[in-house]
């Protein structure tokens, strides 16, 4: 028997245990991600903050140990990105920096982009309660995220799904404004 297959199996084992360990933690941050977006948009704002202050730890941890597997990563960290953005958009209206969140340049971008849906919720929320100041301060993110990102043109293999994101980004924008403007034409007094 070779005698360095054993150092190599060793080696392989403790790999395969950390990635076990990796994909764990990838996905309760997806679970927690998804949780708090879900308790903005019924205004449990306590418990949100309370998740975010966890999410935020598990997004450091995962961070200390996914090194050679952050492909196996990418979608956890965009989630978090998402759900710490809507948190923040929602509640303070200000759209968070990618330094603030501790985040990597891709994630941010394409968390970035995914929050243009939750805000698109939080818009027609907004608007079948006739509240067409918080409808028209959604539709300002989501045009500023949008505005932000169109000038950057790269390969799918560099930045995947980028094109794809934004593209959807502009269709809800295009959405939540032909809505905003029809409910902002119907308020006008008859002449």
Not at 9 to 34: A, N
Not at 85 to 109: A, C, F, G, Q
Not at 137 to 150: G, H, P
Request: contains cysteine; proline residues 2%.
């Amino acid at each position: 028997m070779i005698k360095d297959i054993k150092a190599i199996e060793k080696k392989l084992i403790s790999l395969h245990k950390r990635k076990d360990k990796i994909m764990d933690l990838s996905r309760e941050i997806i679970r927690q991600s998804g949780r708090i977006i879900t308790m903005v948009h019924a205004n449990d704002n306590a418990s949100a903050q309370k998740l975010i202050i966890g999410l935020k730890k598990m997004n450091t941890s995962l961070k200390k140990i996914e090194i050679g597997f952050e492909y196996n990563t990418m979608q956890a960290h965009q989630e978090y990105v998402e759900a710490c953005s809507v948190y923040e958009m929602v509640l303070n209206n200000r759209i968070p920096s990618r330094n603030e969140l501790k985040t990597d340049e891709i994630s941010y971008l394409l968390g970035l982009l995914d929050s243009v849906g939750e805000l698109k919720r939080q818009a027609f929320d907004q608007l079948r309660k006739e509240n067409i100041q918080n409808t028209e301060a959604y539709y300002k993110l989501m045009l500023e995220i949008y505005d932000s990102t169109v000038p950057l043109r790269f390969a799918n293999s560099i930045v995947p799904d980028f094109r794809k994101k934004q593209d959807v980004a502009r269709m809800q924008i295009e959405r939540t404004g032909t809505e905003l403007l029809f409910f902002s034409e119907r308020l006008k007094p008859a002449l």
